[in-house]
Every structure is written in C-alpha cells, then in structure tokens.
C-alpha cells in the first residue's frame, strides 16, 4: 500500500510540474510576433524526386545550396493544388482534399522553455473514408542542429522523405522515415514532437536511421483546440532534455519544419510546410524572443 501511494504522489508531482510548465507560456499570444506561412499536399515528391534534376527543375540550384524556401515560397498553394488533384506526381488524388492550410506560428521563451504555437482554420473535410480513426488531426514539427542532416537547411523536413518508406507506392508497409546516414550518436537526426487531436496526446522521438516515436525527456507536453473552424496547438518543450532531443541555446538559430495531418490522414498524405529557420534570440524566419 505504500509503494502504490508513493508511486501516485510520484505522479501527482510529475503531473503538477508538467501543468505548471504549460500554464507559463504566453498567456497573450496577441503580443507575440506571428508569421503567416502554410503547409500544402506534397503528393509523391520524397527526397529522392526532389533531388533528381529531369523531374524536378530546382534541383540544380539545390545542388549549389539553394533553399527550398527561396524559390517556392510564393508559390505553395499552386503547387499543393497541382498536387492533390492528380496533375502532378500524385497517383491517387483523394476528391475534396484541401490543397493548402494557410498557418500562422508564434515561438517564445523563458529561458528555460520553448513555447511554440500554431493556429489556422479547419480545412471542409473531403469526405474521404478515413485512414486514422482515432486522430482527426495531427500536428508535429521537427528540428535539426548543425546541418548534419544533409539538406535539412535547404528542405526542412524533406531529408526524413524517402520514395520507399511507408504509404509511398509499392514501398515496404514496415518502413518508417529515416535520414541519410542517420545516427544518434553522431548527432545526425531530427528532433520530433507531435500531438495527437484525438487521442489528445503528445509524443517525443527522433528520426535517424529510423523514426521513434517515444524516447525523448525535453517535449513538456502540448494542448489543443478546436473553436469554431479555428484550430490552435501549443507545444511547450525543455532547452534540454535527452537521447535524441536537439539541445537549444540562445543566439542559435535550428533548421525547422512542420506537418499537419489533416482530415483523418496518415502516413504521406498530410501537408508539409518548406524548411524554416528558428531563432531563439536569434534572427530566424520564426524568432522566440524572451518573454
């Protein structure tokens, strides 16, 4: 009996300083600065069709450390619309599907914590049979210290984005996203938080030469609302936490990117965002001042 009160007060504590860390970020996300950006449908472009330059025309000036960003960030609802009506490299369109979520994010700090923010309107449901039951949305973000990824600050997330890893056509059902040359040890890895509508759940993992969901001690938690047609999810996470978790310092700046898996979806048919930079006191395209 006294194991078990001492593990429920061991809990309880846990619950508390998880709590607490919520309640400190900003209580008025009006004052915190916010760019406007967006996720689109990708359709069938991993890695390996970004980078081969018959298919793909940006591959050339890829190549000589173009970002991602610079030539498309104009551009991403086309582009998303091209793909999810089938006109290009999208061999299963989903009718209804919405090509673009236009995304606003916010990121601040306390020095001891990230608080990072994303909000947008509910795309029409297209009315598809869905492929996670449990999940309406989710929503995750990744980040990468050092450009030890290769192309992570030219892509974002894309270096995670292989031709056949799951749900990509006739690649292996068992096959998570990886990177090249992936290795916790040699720091060559993405920082992983996601957060799960229905299950109302977050997760911290990695992807390195696999994807692991679970592991990380930096990722607080996150909470979640839907107001009217509004969706808002913010993420509170350490500067530091453990195996497979990117240590963040003040005056650097990560490579960033995010995906919203939206209308029940799973595996490669969410939307993606370009590759970022995140700033915590430091220039970025998101920038997480101190509060």
Not at 3 to 27: D, E, G, Q, R, Y
Not at 130 to 156: F, R, S, T
Not at 200 to 209: E, L, M
Not at 256 to 280: M, P
Request: charged content about 20%; aromatic content about 8%.
């Amino acid at each position: 009996m006294k194991k078990i009160m001492m593990a429920n007060a061991i809990s309880a504590a846990l619950a508390l300083t998880a709590f607490n860390a919520l309640a400190a970020a900003p209580a008025d996300w009006s004052a915190v600065p916010a760019i406007e950006t967006g996720v689109f449908y990708p359709g069938v472009s991993p890695v390996e069709w970004i980078t081969k330059g018959t298919e793909h025309g940006g591959a050339r000036v890829l190549r000589k450390g173009e970002t991602c960003a610079a030539c498309h960030s104009e551009e991403i609802a086309d582009m998303g619309e091209k793909m999810v009506s089938g006109k290009k490299i999208e061999p299963s369109p989903i009718p209804g599907k919405a090509a673009f979520i236009s995304t606003t994010v916010q990121a601040a700090h306390d020095g001891e914590n990230l608080y990072l923010r994303f909000s947008w309107k509910q795309p029409a449901a297209s009315g598809s049979a869905p492929m996670d039951e449990l999940n309406p949305m989710k929503i995750a973000y990744m980040l990468e210290a050092g450009d030890k990824v290769e192309l992570a600050g030219q892509a974002g997330c894309w270096a995670s984005c292989h031709g056949d890893a799951r749900t990509m056509p006739g690649a292996d059902a068992n096959k998570t996203k990886y990177v090249k040359d992936g290795s916790l040890a040699g720091g060559i890895y993405y920082d992983l938080n996601q957060w799960r509508s229905g299950e109302n759940k977050s997760f911290d993992g990695y992807v390195a030469d696999h994807r692991e969901m679970e592991g990380g001690q930096a990722l607080v938690g996150a909470e979640g609302k839907l107001e009217g047609d509004t969706w808002s999810v913010v993420f509170t996470r350490k500067f530091t936490g453990g195996e497979g978790d990117v240590a963040l310092v003040p005056g650097n700046t990560y490579n960033f990117g995010f995906a919203i898996h939206d209308d029940a979806t799973s595996g490669r048919f969410h939307h993606v965002s370009l590759g970022y930079k995140l700033g915590i006191d430091a220039e970025g395209d998101i920038t997480a001042t101190k509060l």
